[in-house]
T-cell receptor, first 110, second 111 residues
């Protein structure tokens, strides 16, 4: 089966750093995505980890540990526009099945 | 830029109606997906397809069917709509081992 866990809500201050954690248990795991979703909009792709380690993309970084079934998304220099839901998704199996967590709603406050 | 287009942004249907949700992608992607998104439940996979005429059940296929007659088009069918199928439906496409690209979603209300 597939199980992906992430916190439901987080609050952080503008200019600060926030880390959003994700743990997963999936059979045939191939890799992990992070998506951002603003209210009423479609998810947009942020990052992708296949191998262990850190992937950095500007203010956003994502980390994966395959042995621990654990990932995190790190957002630096938070801006008000970063208020959104952040979705962790694992893809697995030979047929590219992608399963999402329920998302973490991040509120950035002044 | 990848474009995934869903035919309707908002749809209102009556209980028992047959409903078609259409999705077209323009990037020659092999894989296409249908999800529904509900508050507190996140994105749940209904069906996906990895090739023309091929389909695989996702986590919640009951009450739905799909059709993929052409590579660029993936249709979701509700044979007999019910009120518990009121939801936001999101279509996505991808090539192998690459991120999903989503359409803008169809908000379906079944009354």
């Amino acid at each position: 089966g597939q199980n992906i866990d992430q916190p439901t809500e987080m609050t952080a201050t503008e200019g600060a750093i926030v880390q959003i954690n994700c743990t997963y248990q999936t059979s045939g795991f191939n890799g992990l995505f992070w998506y951002q979703q603003h209210a009423g909009e479609a998810p947009t792709f942020l990052s992708y980890n296949v191998l262990d380690g850190l992937e950095e993309k500007g203010r956003f970084s994502s980390f994966l540990s395959r042995s621990k079934g654990y990932s995190y998304l790190l957002l630096k220099e938070l801006q008000m526009k970063d208020s959104a839901s952040y979705l962790c998704a694992a893809f697995s199996g030979g047929y590219q099945k992608v399963t999402f967590g329920t998302g973490t709603k991040l509120q950035v406050i002044p | 830029d990848v474009k995934v287009t869903q035919s309707s942004r908002y749809l209102v249907k009556r209980t028992g109606e047959k409903v078609f949700l259409e999705c077209v992608q323009d990037m020659d992607h092999e894989n296409m997906f249908w999800y529904r998104q509900d508050p507190g439940l996140g994105l749940r996979l209904i069906y996906f397809s990895y090739d023309v005429k091929m389909k695989e059940k996702g986590d919640i296929p009951e009450g739905y069917s799909v059709s993929r007659e052409k590579k660029e088009r993936f249709s979701l069918i509700l044979e007999s709509a019910s009120t518990n199928q009121t939801s936001m439906y999101l279509c996505a496409s991808s090539s192998d081992n690459s991120p999903l690209h989503f359409g803008n979603g169809t908000r379906l209300t079944v009354t």
